[in-house]
């Protein structure tokens, strides 16, 4: 973790505290280490002596013992009676011996197992493992367990002339022998006999050891050396010196002992020596180090609050008290803290003013307008910005706009006008009523009707005005500035001179971008599905084909117009993805439909927007040959006009491929006959403008009989869209109108509905029809 310090002094002072306080931690840990090394090693050497000089106290104590009892066997008086079992004679003579040596008891076993003991007695378990200790040969002085006591046991063959047993002297391993030990040491350390159970060590068959850890780390390895082991006491040095021992199963060690607390003890007095000399240092230091980093630092905070000022925008100086650095770092601030300011004033009038003309932009005009509690902000724009342009120049249209400009600010009584964008330029009005600053608005638009008069050239210029109001009803559009600039397109839409922003027939444009979005996860689930409104065959007198519609009902807004849609998916690239989608779900239909017995021409709507991309024609072709389908590709007239080329070639590819084209809504738009005769269409559909008219107007109706003439003559059938009224469906059957589509003949129907209707008898439509 690191710590962050907001003072330079305090840096400094922790710094250099820190610095000589791990200084004194690195002294400090090098005595320590040393001292406690040295203790270690006088503990580990005086327990090792310790241990020499017990082995060398129980071998003294084995040979005494074994003497004593070598001349108890070797007596003939004693040889005899332990040969005729005199046992008087035996215990007397063992009981005269142990007073002699001075041993806790004497026994004699017989190779037998028989026992005779004086001063202890064995058990049957005691004088079996004795027995077969002394009997395999293997040991003859060891640790023999007696009652639950470990005893030192020396034993003496007694031969007649043949081993008939052994006198055995036991010496009772006590503490009083262990302080007699202790007292040999040079330091107070612990001795004690362990012996080994199935529950672990114990002392002097006591309760269990703390040191048995201690002892099977010594024992395994092998080597008898002292090791340091943590008791409840704390941490000790043990030495754990194995004994020999007539059990197997039940070993000894002679374990010293030795708490390195008290081998620490002597140089506490002179740790808190220098623990006091380390603490009064450290407080020396930082007073010292306190008073040196004040001096430093006074003229660097100095520095820092003219820094914070500067950044503030205020005027910062510092006055420059010497000729070292510190004073040199001053001087060169002040002439930064100039330049600075000369700086800052040149990039804040290029920020806000416009290059070209010299007039505040945009931005000037956004934070103004934030700072005007009730106003307007008007937009002006040049009308036929591009052709006047073009004709004039860039330069010379950057000095049309200035003295535009310069008009505008006089005839506002000085008000300043800002250059926005390349044709427009706003200013800032203050009226009582909307209607008050659509009027001034309309005034100050007539500031261009005198000639502007440029370099060698007169140029007139128009003006259109839009209008946002600078607080309350922003219609969902933040900027002011934009809010203007939507009302001048809204004042040119409507072929007016001037236009305040009006937020309903703005909409919402940016909710109606999110739609597609939303629209491309909505074909995924039954949201988005298909419609067909059925196209009657007069001739036939059935329905012999469905027009194929997209809807989408949204869960939050509900039925979303597919003018809506499909339009802004033409706008965002989304309409190819929209189209395939359609045309794989009418393929599917058209199965399901032919599958109910119901053979019918799917018609289906391509984007003009596709017919100049191949690679969908390729996906159109694909589907078509995969599946078989029956399809008729429905595109408007005026789809081919943007690029003719590609479009035609396309549209050839679909006729050479017998997928049907149909042309839609002709007679909505400029219709073209040079275009009309190089399309290689089978279906010419007219637009339902001119057929709900047609029970009503002469003119539609001639408009009608002469398109299903051209139609014929050009061979393609008709179809009449928009029918609705039985008069128009007799009126379109006697000027030979092919095929008739509208709500007279079924509004669309999902699949389900056009399958019932499907399976209604022909002469059903006929009445419907007629």
Wanted: hydrophobic share 45%; charged share 20%.
């Amino acid at each position: 973790m690191t710590i962050k310090f907001k003072n330079l002094r305090t840096r400094l002072t922790v710094l250099y505290m820190g610095m000589f306080g791990v200084a004194l931690m690195l002294v400090a840990l090098a005595v320590s280490t040393a001292i406690t090394g040295s203790a270690r090693t006088l503990v580990r050497d005086e327990l090792s002596a310790t241990g020499n000089v017990y082995q060398q106290i129980w071998a003294s104590q084995s040979a005494q013992l074994r003497q004593g009892a070598a001349v108890l066997a070797q007596d003939y008086g004693f040889r005899e009676a332990v040969a005729t079992n005199d046992e008087p004679t035996v215990r007397s003579a063992l009981d005269n011996l142990r007073a002699r040596q001075k041993v806790d008891g004497a026994l004699i076993l017989g190779v037998d197992g028989y026992v005779t003991s004086a001063g202890v007695d064995l058990d049957t378990a005691t004088a079996d493992v004795l027995w077969k200790g002394l009997n395999g040969g293997d040991i003859d002085a060891g640790v023999l367990s007696i009652n639950g006591q470990p005893y030192q046991a020396v034993s003496a063959p007694v031969m007649a002339p043949v081993l008939i047993g052994w006198v055995v002297f036991v010496e009772r391993l006590d503490q009083s022998q262990m302080r007699n030990l202790e007292e040999l040491s040079a330091i107070p350390l612990s001795a004690s006999v362990q012996t080994s159970a199935p529950d672990g060590w114990h002392d002097m068959a006591g309760p269990a050891s703390a040191l048995g850890g201690a002892i099977d780390r010594v024992l395994a390895a092998g080597n008898e050396k002292p090791v340091t082991t943590r008791t409840p006491q704390g941490e000790a040095m043990v030495l754990a010196h194995p004994l020999p021992s007539f059990d197997d199963h039940a070993p000894a060690v002679l374990t010293l002992s030795y708490p390195m607390a008290k081998a620490m003890k002597p140089f506490e007095a002179m740790f808190w020596a220098l623990g006091a000399i380390a603490f009064i240092g450290l407080a020396i230091l930082m007073a010292g180090t306190w008073m040196l980093s004040r001096g430093l630092t006074r003229p660097i905070t100095e520095l820092d609050e003219a820094v914070h000022r500067l950044q503030n925008g205020e005027h910062a100086e510092v006055a420059v008290t010497s000729a070292d650095e510190i004073g040199r770092l001053a001087a060169s601030f002040n002439a930064m803290a100039g330049d600075i300011r000369d700086r800052e004033a040149r990039l804040t009038h290029m920020a806000l003013h416009d290059q070209e003309t010299g007039l505040p932009n945009r931005l000037w005009l956004e934070r103004e307008a934030s700072r005007t509690a009730e106003g307007y902000v008007i937009l002006f724009g040049v009308d036929r910005f591009e052709i006047v342009r073009n004709a004039i120049g860039f330069d010379s249209m950057a000095q049309l706009v200035g003295a535009l400009g310069s008009r505008l600010s006089a005839a506002a009584g000085g008000s300043r006008v800002a250059r926005v964008a390349a044709g427009a330029v706003g200013m800032i009005v203050h009226a009582d009523s909307d209607a008050e600053a659509i009027e001034l608005a309309i005034e100050l638009c007539a500031v261009a009707d005198t000639p502007v008069k440029l370099i060698g050239a007169t140029v007139d210029a128009a003006l259109s005005a839009g209008i946002g109001r600078a607080r309350g009803g922003n219609g969902g559009v933040d900027s002011v500035v934009d809010r203007a600039g939507i009302g001048l397109d809204q004042a040119r839409a409507g072929h007016k001179k001037a236009a305040l922003f009006d937020a309903a027939a703005y909409g919402d444009p940016v909710g109606n971008l999110s739609l597609i979005s939303e629209l491309m996860g909505a074909l995924e689930t039954a949201q988005v599905w298909m419609a067909y409104q059925p196209k009657y065959d007069l001739r036939a007198d059935a329905i012999k084909g469905v027009e194929a519609l997209m809807r989408w009902n949204h869960p939050r807004r509900g039925f979303v117009s597919p003018d809506l849609f499909i339009t802004m998916a033409e706008e965002t690239g989304q309409i190819r993805a929209l189209t395939e989608w359609a045309v794989r779900q009418s393929i599917a239909d058209q199965k399901t439909l032919a599958e109910a017995g119901h053979v019918v021409t799917m018609s289906v709507n391509i984007s003009g927007r596709l017919l100049s991309d191949e690679s969908f024609a390729d996906f159109a072709l694909e589907a078509v040959a995969a599946s078989g389908a029956d399809l008729c590709f429905e595109i408007t007239e005026t789809a081919v006009i943007d690029n003719p080329e590609v479009a035609l070639g396309i549209i050839d590819r679909f006729s050479a491929a017998g997928v049907g084209v149909s042309i839609d809504d002709y007679g909505s738009g400029l219709s073209s006959l040079a275009y009309l005769k190089r399309i290689k269409a089978d279906e010419l559909k007219i637009d339902k403008a001119f057929v709900m008219g047609l029970d009503e107007s002469a003119k539609d109706a001639l408009l009608v009989k002469s398109t299903i003439d051209l139609a014929h003559s050009l061979g393609m059938t008709i179809t009449a869209e928009g029918v609705e009224t039985p008069t128009a469906l007799a009126l379109l059957r006697g000027m030979g109108c092919d095929t008739a589509q509208g709500y007279l003949i079924a509004r669309p129907l999902n699949l389900t509905g056009l399958i019932e209707r499907l399976a209604g008898p022909a002469v059903e439509a006929k009445t419907q029809a007629a």
